[in-house]
């Protein structure tokens, strides 16, 4: 995002794929029909670590713009196209067949949705939606500037703690 300093966004970016990684590698593994970390993404993780004071309203203003990808991530599909890629080859299919599937296959489902919500946000009213989306960055984006988030070194111990952890049992 634009205005970010470079140091952030690229710690912000290398921190998403991180969890990306940790997502299909967790469906992988497991097997999970579902994956979510709501509220965990590099925007927190940066706030813990750095504060809100250290980084600036202007960069926690930028967070806020790109809340809609660390939001949640229950909707992040790289669970299921690794999914896909294993059933591909199990049926000993051409990967470049998948791919090119899979491309138009987002393409598709990415026009449905956008047409599937503005139909509910126009048959039952954007004030009646659950989840108030829209607005749900800016209220973040409020309570970080009211009540500046500070660095949690418990946080920071116990994320520490968990990455060695990983590390070892890997």
Known sequence: ASGLP????????ALYLVYMVAIMRMRAESGPP?????RMGPDILLLNVFSARTLGRTTIAKFSGLYWMSRSYRSVPVGHQLEGFKLAEAARGSGRQF???MIVASGVATLGGFWVFL??????????????????PFRHLESWILFPMQQDFGQMREMGIGAVVTVVLM
């Open 34 to 38: 579902a994956h979510d970390a709501h």
């Open 6 to 13: 470079v140091w952030v966004g690229v710690s912000f970016l």
């Open 119 to 136: 139909q509910a946000m126009y048959t039952y009213g954007a004030a009646n939606v659950q989840h108030q989306i829209g607005s749900e």
């Open 99 to 101: 791919v090119v599937a």
